[in-house]
């Protein structure tokens, strides 16, 4: 990790976006019998700590420096407040493509501005399986937009990574999960019982 991801890995801890337990996820929505998850990542809660999300951004700064894109692209709404923050700051245009198209005003799938043509980089919390991301592609490419990269705060490491590649799409992920958790377990704010319970957990759910 950079000293900047280690930071936000410790804001990440510290005000509760990492929570262990027993957690049912979306992927339950497909899989309902899948094994409940030993832990959680809520990175909504990020937009009530202004301090972390300014670390965020300095870190996907880091992460998109290089790719080349004409618009920010969010798959709301966890990722909204991210990357209309990130779209300030960088000056580069943000949309939003919508899960179903509005029935009332000017009827669309995509909030925004945009032309045909343009090559978008789409930005989510995290990633388990591709679904969501795909769902947004679709939208986007319907839509004549190009989309190559999908940037995310978290890969959880369960196959959505994997899925994208298979599409032909590339991930950029600032944590892997497995990251994290070292981390956290050499930092000792993660028991081993605990770190290898999510490990197991981790080999079998991909």
């Known amino acids: 990790m950079t000293e900047k991801q280690e930071i936000l890995a410790s804001d990440l801890f510290e005000v509760g976006a990492i929570k262990f337990g027993a957690f049912k996820l979306k992927l339950h929505e497909k899989v309902p019998d899948a094994p409940l998850s030993p832990i959680y990542i809520d990175l909504r809660i990020l937009r009530s700590f202004p301090k972390v999300l300014r670390n ?3 870190v996907f700064k880091e992460l998109i420096a290089g790719l080349k894109f004409d618009l920010l692209a969010d798959i709301p709404t966890a990722a909204t407040p991210l990357v209309a ?3 300030y700051e960088m000056g580069i245009p943000m949309i939003s493509p919508r899960k179903d198209e509005k ?5 669309r799938r995509i909030d925004g501005v945009f032309q045909t043509g ?3 980089l ?3 919390d995290l990633i388990t399986k591709a679904d ?7 939208a986007l490419q319907e839509n004549g937009l190009r989309v190559q990269d999908v940037l995310v705060l978290v890969d959880r490491e369960q196959g959505g990574a994997q899925q994208l590649e298979e599409a032909g799409y590339r991930l950029h992920a600032v944590f892997k999960l ?4 070292s981390y956290y377990l050499k930092k000792g704010q993660l028991e081993p019982a605990r770190y290898e319970e999510i490990m197991r957990y981790l080999a079998t759910s991909t």
Request: aromatic residues 4%.
């Open 85 to 87: 923050i990130l779209s």
């Open 103 to 107: 029935t009332h005003g000017l009827s």
């Open 122 to 124: 789409l930005l989510d």
């Open 178 to 181: 497995k990251d994290l958790l």
């Open 118 to 120: 343009q090559t978008v």
């Open 132 to 138: 969501s991301k795909f769902e947004a592609i679709q």
């Open 56 to 58: 965020t951004i300095e």
